[in-house]
């Protein structure tokens, strides 16, 4: 098993551009989400998924949109980024009262 | 979910044992406290959690209190690779809304020779 995986593993956006980061899991598991970790901060969750065609929001959804169209996949949009986004960002999945396996992680830099 | 109160730092001798202390004076019963840690620049790791027995596992130990109102993490013999930020979270093992972790800033584990 790959686990969970994400790409890119940096990225460089301007103000204003939009994007998607990609976030995919082999682990027949229900429960995905987002979390964002700001530096010297805790992470912080943006969005998540308890199955295919369900999400809901997190603590801090403002400015990210996601889908769940399938099992394995849950990507993150920006819509039109700001330096205030300039985050790692996480991605997660489990089960329904299982532990979460996190993602490597994707910096992200708003310029 | 009930909030937790850790030490924001703590350094330990490679070899020895090392016993993270957690604060979680308003959890309810129906609530696990469960241990991440993050090493750096990578994404969290699952460690152990547990309701109210002690609980043993391949990397650590979980001692909770009687009144369930404090814990410790024991990592019993510490190396380099212990290097990390520890999480202690307090949440109900079903949360209905999804598998929601509230992170707090952790206690910074440096382990040294």
């Known amino acids: 098993n790959a686990g969970v995986t994400q790409t890119p593993k940096f990225q460089v956006l301007k103000t204003g551009q939009s994007m998607t980061l990609q976030c995919a899991q082999d682990m027949n598991h229900e429960y995905m989400s987002w979390y964002r970790q700001d530096p010297g901060m805790g992470l912080r969750l943006i969005h998540y998924?308890?199955?295919?065609?369900?999400?809901d929001q997190g603590e801090v959804p403002n400015g990210y949109n996601v889908s769940r169209s399938t099992t394995e996949d849950f990507p993150l949009r920006l819509l039109s980024a700001a330096p205030s986004q300039t985050s790692v960002y996480f991605c997660?999945?489990?089960?329904?009262?299982?532990?979460?396996?996190f993602g490597p992680g994707t910096r992200l830099t708003v310029l | 979910d009930a909030k937790t109160t850790q030490p924001p730092s703590m350094d330990c001798a490679e070899g020895r044992a090392a016993n993270l202390p957690c604060n979680h004076s308003t959890i309810s019963g129906n609530e696990y406290v469960y241990w991440y840690r993050q090493i750096h620049s990578q994404g969290p790791q699952y460690i152990i959690h547990g309701l109210k027995n002690n609980e043993t596992n391949e990397m650590a130990s979980l001692i909770i209190t009687e009144d369930r109102k404090s814990s410790t993490l024991i990592l019993p013999h510490a190396t380099l690779r212990d290097t990390a930020v520890y999480y202690c979270i307090v949440r109900p093992l079903f949360t209905g809304g999804g598998n929601k972790l509230t992170f707090g800033t952790g206690t910074q584990l440096k382990v040294e020779l």
């Open positions: 998924s308890v199955g295919a065609g369900i999400t």
């Open positions: 997660a999945s489990g089960s329904s009262t299982d532990t979460q396996y």
